[in-house]
């Protein structure tokens, strides 16, 4: 069926004559078979890593299983465990309070970035800021997490002499079971400000101008456009930042661990840190999925709740 | 008075000023506001990088002084050798390089085939798989950890091994979905053209639509270079070994080792495990910015 009159490259003979280029039929087949074999690779990885094992890790919650011995069928016995085990609880507490005090100030500072930069768009200098301001996220969550260790040594920190210098006492950063979740979330939000503050770009660039040129003509000002203009028609872009930041965040891990181990105490213990304990330090399989089943529904519960929140102030045009 | 009015209202970058202001210069106190802001927060964002470069130069003694000096005045190098000294460096970073380059190279690969299938190629099922491909990415990675450590070193045996970093990196529902959108953009009309000369589907999707796409797999890529070289988590729980480890583990323990003793070993170990993600970022910086503002606005 191959024909002999080519019209572009000769090297279509190798194809089986089923799938020769020439009829509608024979496209029709050979996009079919392309597109099975050029999926096959990502389907495949993805049921043998992620979608296998998240089903896994449910039945495993189901499971005591300590590695040395086979697992064996629980029932509910580890949610009924975990629900009443106060480590556990106070590691959830502890993720929200970071991830909340982090987002709040991750989508402020990055708001207020976006629209400072934007007053100097296409200018050299926007070009600089946006550089600056992105190079922390380059860096890994060790390298952060052991430099601003280091800056937030209560005695020979950088941080602290700084504040001495206005007068202000020394700050137990690190070593106080009040102080420490502030001072991660301080690391974190500092290596993450710069991704967040492209997103908003984003949003901030494609604004519609003519709105804002109509509003500043009828008088909004200031503080007023920005609360009743800018931030209303910017909604869509702070609903998709805050989503990625709080998934993100209610899985940290990186910061908390190479700070402050989970210290001074368990002040600053989060729930993948929990979670990481259980099973591989304490060998707790079992144990540890059903804690990591609880944070996935509690993510999908708070992003389910964004979302139906976001009805309620994200305003689309 | 008109040209009063305009100076105060104009845009940038309109042609038809009178006097030229440069368009970084603040005009009003808003503007003014804005700088001190960009300043402040960009000071707050360079001092630590500063801090780390120059203290990593400084002799071990010196290293926790305060004032803390800004600028080195030793030029002490002692410290990047002695990094050598205390962790296997060089198989560290070694490791930390084949791990991401793999990684980088295999998304690219099933990212752009599986994100052309769904952009343009066409077999029943295909729209049911794409929403499977999607849901996946709302899966948390954590959840998937335990039993991806069981899979690997039980099922495949690749405990402690560089294989069990890269294999589960190498699909990638993000960039699946990225690279389909790129592939959406491009018209169809190319595609039909190059039919029309007798190309195949592999040819047309080899020498038509992947050249077009490469800003996207320019953001791939640099994204999966810098997740992959910073990756901690996943390391911690699948390698053992100290000379496989990649250079996160390798900084985790060299601090734990210098505790109180000198911090510009360790510094100078971050700054040297930190450049490759620099360089890579120089070179794609263009398209990772742009493509991600992008993304923000699609939100």
Known sequence: ?317 | MTVINRLSTRRRGDEDVVERIPDWMPRNAADWLAMAFMVAIGMLTIMPIIWVMSTSLRTPAESFTVPPEWLPEDLYFGNYLQVFDEIPFVYQMGNSFFVTLSTVVGQLTTATLAGYTFARLYFPGRDALFWVVLATLMIPYQATLIPLFVIISKVFGLADTLWSLILPALPTAFGTFLLRQYFLQIPVEYEEAAMMDGANQFQIFRRVYLPMVAPGMAILAVLAFNGKWNDFLTPLIFMNTTSRFPITLGINDLQRYMMTGSISVVLAAIVMATLPVVIVYIFGQRYLIEGLMVGGLKG
Do not use: C
């Not at chain 1, 970035?113 to 600089?128: K, M």
């Not at chain 1, 052991?146 to 941080?159: P, R």
């Open chain 1, 1 to 317: 069926m191959a024909s002999e009159a080519t019209l572009g490259s000769g090297r279509r003979n190798w194809l089986p004559s089923w799938l020769a280029g020439d009829t509608v039929q024979g496209i029709r087949r050979q996009r079919m078979v392309l597109g099975i074999l050029f999926l096959l690779p990502t389907l495949i990885g993805l049921i043998l890593f992620v979608l296998g094992p998240i089903v896994v890790a449910v039945a495993m919650g189901f499971m005591k299983w300590n590695v040395f011995r086979p697992p064996e069928f629980v029932a509910l016995k580890n949610f009924a465990r975990l629900f009443q085990h106060d480590l556990v609880g106070n590691s959830f507490s502890n993720t929200f309070v970071m991830m909340a005090m982090t987002v709040g100030m991750l989508e402020v500072f990055a708001i207020a970035l976006a629209l400072s930069v934007h007053r100097f768009a296409r200018s050299r200098l926007a070009y600089f800021f946006r550089t600056v301001w992105f190079l922390p996220v380059l860096l890994s969550g060790v390298s952060v997490a052991v430099t601003l260790s280091y800056m937030f040594h209560t005695d020979f920190g950088v941080v602290n002499y700084y504040l001495g210098v206005l007068g202000i006492d020394k700050v137990p950063w690190l070593v106080s079971s009040d102080v420490v979740r502030l001072s991660v979330s301080l690391a974190t939000v500092w290596r993450n400000l710069g991704f967040t503050f492209i997103i908003y770009l984003g949003g901030v660039s494609a604004l519609p101008q003519e709105i804002l040129e109509a509003a500043t003509v009828d008088g909004a000002r200031g503080l007023k456009r920005l609360w009743l203009i800018t931030l209303p028609l910017l909604s869509p872009t702070i609903l998709f930042a805050t989503v990625i930041d709080v998934i993100r965040l209610l899985q940290f891990f990186d910061e908390p661990y190479v700070m402050t181990r989970g210290g001074p105490g368990d002040s600053s213990r989060t729930a993948v840190m929990m979670v990481y304990d259980t099973a591989f330090a304490n060998l707790e399989f079992g144990y540890a999925s059903s804690i990591s089943v609880v944070l996935f529904l509690i993510i999908l519960a708070v992003t389910g709740f964004q979302f139906l929140l976001s009805k309620r102030w994200v305003f689309y045009q």
